[in-house]
């Protein structure tokens, strides 16, 4: 309903309704269905001007392609996504720092699951010390677990 109305309401929403549906199709395994998703979503917040929503929509992405299996892929769009951030200096840095670590969490995450232990726990403490940085606390718990786990 939101995808249908946004349009018309609300054009800048448009983008985060195919963001959450691309969510949704994750969770319920329909891994392909939320790419596509994601990636329209994507094009819809370039569209409106949203970089850093644009950005954001990676983590979903690298999420979505570990449960894939396609490592490599998740891999180079966490590198990708990593250098736009950089490159990017119309971001506030907050907001730079907050999209670093969520990129860097789902990155160790992939990594973890390749068994490339020693690069998880790399960007685990980058991310972590990101989200301390920033002050979110149980951010920065999450990624503890996460490194217990790796650990």
Same mark, same amino acid.
């Given at each position: *309903?939101?995808?249908?109305? !946004? +349009? &018309? *309401? &609300?054009?800048? *929403? #448009? +983008? #985060? !309704? *195919?963001y959450l549906r691309g969510q949704t199709c994750a969770l319920s395994g329909d891994f392909d269905q939320a790419l596509a998703q994601i990636a329209a979503a994507r094009a819809g917040y370039l569209a409106t001007g949203q970089t850093a929503a644009a950005l954001r929509t990676a983590v979903g992405q690298l999420n979505v392609l570990s449960h894939l299996g396609r490592y490599g892929e998740a891999l180079a769009t966490a590198g990708a996504t990593l250098d736009s951030i950089a490159g990017d200096a119309s971001l506030p840095p907050e907001t730079a720092a907050l999209l670093t670590a969520l990129v860097q969490q789902n990155r160790g995450i992939c990594l973890k699951d390749m068994g490339r232990y020693t690069e998880a726990i790399a960007a685990y403490d980058e991310a972590e010390a990101r989200f301390q940085a920033l002050d979110r606390a149980e951010d920065a718990a999450t990624i503890r677990m996460n490194l217990g786990v790796v650990l």
């Open positions: *309903l939101c995808i249908i109305v !946004a +349009p &018309a *309401l &609300a054009p800048s *929403l #448009q +983008p #985060q !309704a *195919l």
